[in-house]
């Protein structure tokens, strides 16, 4: 095809072609217009809560720490679990090619998921709530969970402030979970303590703290008066 | 005395309609319009079904001393029943409403205690709930659905799915490409459909599971005290294992452990897995954990 193309013209062009500048710059006039569609996009009105946008306001810092608790303890858990954990099942595993419990490709070396989705987790920014004051002797597992014992803790004050204007029905469903929740926890706690480097009920005790916040996340959420 | 009777349940029956005023009203909404609908009374119903029409339709009734607001435009409508706290000072009746809405459009309900009914939905679905009982029917992308007490019913297979309940069952028939049940004691029963990324939690309440898992599955059970059931389709390819509290694996039972503190993990495969196959995991603090083929 380029047989049928005379070698001047197409010198000429190649000539043309190689005097284009390498990048244009858009009209500025033109670039501005977008520009102010952009910004003005960025600024969205938030949607009107009858009952709960200055509640939302007032929650969130609460809410976000929670989630960061949960992010910290759940950073913390997988460092212990990745120290305490076996790096390939035992030889009584008839499974011996199976991925080891630890490693990333296996739904239990996951990190747990937070609570109520990413969204909790956006609400920042943060406070972490302090731990209380623990011995010298005290593991990575006591001081994770008492980074959650202090989020419940916080949570659960603010439950209690709510409490009287809450449908009592609704309370007592709340209170019967959370004392399941914390026999639970009470529970694997202890069972921990007998057997510290035990990586099941440290995921066991996680599920269950978690429960227990976003339990009272929830109930946090819940509107008032209404109910 | 028959007289009596006929002139007493007419008197209830006019009360009981006096007690309640009807609505009607419809908006133009586009096919993947928002409806954000909130019911804060203690009772009544919301039905939504999805239809072809590019409109929002609610009709029923609602409780006297309640009050109703809706509107919005082409792109979302807002619905909204309330106490009136400066009308009367008791509620009288129900509000029971049945929304019509574009089939695929993005659903927000916020409810008490009102019942919870959608079908016909293909878009995205919120429901936040306290004692309501959600029942969804359809083909909804996604749903989230919370509840404290009420029951959560679902015959669908959204790619994402979130249920979650405090003391309220979750009933769930279908098939999802990433699901997670959580409960603290309500029952989890799944029936049905093939999984891939899953979660089921609870507190004390039981777990079963009878359906399939993908090849590349990977499934979670976490309970402390709550008895996992798992029933296996037979065509499935899964390793599977349970830590933790004593199980019984298609037949292969965990060693006895004379400390209750020193668990040990029983392994299984189900037919040929491959090395990065499915894998079930669960996990049990002191419940029963059962795996078998159905």
Redesign the interface.
Known sequence: MTDDLDPKRLARLLDAVARLPRSVDPNPAVWEAIRNRIEARRVRPIAAS??GADTIVRRAPWLAAAAVVLMAASSGLTALLLRVRPAT??DR???A???A?GQA????A?PP?VAG?SADSARSPVTMPLPQVLPASASTADLVFSRYDAAATELATELSARRARL?P??VA??D??LR??DA?IA??RS?LR??PG?A??S??LT??YR?KL??LK?AA???L??? | MRTLRSLALFAALSWRLSAQEQVSRSYALSAEGSVRITNLTDSGSIRVIGWDKDSVAVAGTIARGSRFFSGGGYQGIKIFVDLDKNGFTRVAGMSDLVVRVPARARIWLNTAMADIELSAVSGQVDVMAVGSRVRVQGTPSELRAETMNGDVEVTASPTYLRLKTATGHITWNGSSEDVALTTVSGKIVITGGTVNRARFESIDGDIRFSGGVTKSASVTFDTHGGDVTVLLAKDTDAWVESSGAPSDLFGKRSRPSAERASRETNYATVGKPVEAGARIVVRSFKGRVTASLQ
Do not use: H, K, W, Y
């Not at chain 1, 490709?105 to 239990?108: E, L, N, R, W």
């Open positions: 009858p009952a099942p035992t595993s008839p499974i090619a199976m991925p419990a490709s296996g739904p239990s996951r998921a989705g449908n029905q609704t469903v709340l019967t979970c399941r929740i639970a529970e694997a069972a007998a057997d035990n099941v009920i995921e066991l599920v269950s429960q976003d339990l929830r959420d819940l509107p008066g209404s109910l």
